[in-house]
């Protein structure tokens, strides 16, 4: 099996190869479909541990280091949801976030944030009309 440590931000939180915050009321079905996928991609899905809360008074308690963080949630948080997993993305890790050209207005400090930051080098894909934003931390 692979190790590898990735944090996903949507709704709910998912870590492969370590935690899993969940938004209250995440059903077994979301849960039992993620360890699915997770199997899929040859990760061990009894790896995946579930939390459920409000992510950003769980972030601060995850570990890290992250390899890779997917942020796909609240756009008035990705802010604070990056500002909160920077520190803790190992270097060489890649930070995601969807639909930073379909909502670009809300997320302009986040969006300069990622731009203008020392140490990602950033790009936004614009193959889709939502966008992507993909941010390597420099080592």
């Known amino acids: 099996?692979?190790?590898?440590?990735?944090?996903?931000?949507?709704?709910?939180?998912?870590?492969?190869?370590g935690l899993l915050p969940a938004q209250q009321g995440s059903s077994e079905t979301e849960v039992r479909?993620?360890?699915?996928?997770?199997?899929k991609y040859r990760f061990d899905p009894q790896e995946i541990r579930v939390r459920e809360g409000d992510a950003l008074e769980i972030i601060?308690?995850?570990?890290?280091?992250?390899?890779?963080v997917f942020i796909d949630?609240?756009?008035?948080?990705y802010i604070r949801y990056f500002r909160l997993v920077y520190p803790k993305i190992r270097?060489?890790?890649?930070?995601?976030?969807?639909?930073?050209?379909?909502?670009?207005?809300e997320l302009r400090d986040f969006l300069t944030a990622i731009g203008n930051h020392p140490s990602l080098d950033t790009h936004i894909d614009r193959r889709s009309r939502a966008g992507l934003s993909v941010s390597i931390k420099r080592q």
Request: hydrophobic share 45%.
């Open 33 to 39: 479909e993620i360890r699915m996928t997770a199997q």
């Open 91 to 105: 270097p060489g890790g890649a930070n995601f976030a969807h639909n930073v050209l379909s909502h670009g207005k």
């Open 60 to 68: 601060p308690q995850l570990q890290g280091p992250f390899d890779f």
């Open 1 to 17: 099996m692979k190790r590898l440590t990735v944090l996903v931000i949507p709704l709910f939180l998912f870590l492969l190869g």
């Open 73 to 77: 949630a609240w756009k008035r948080d």
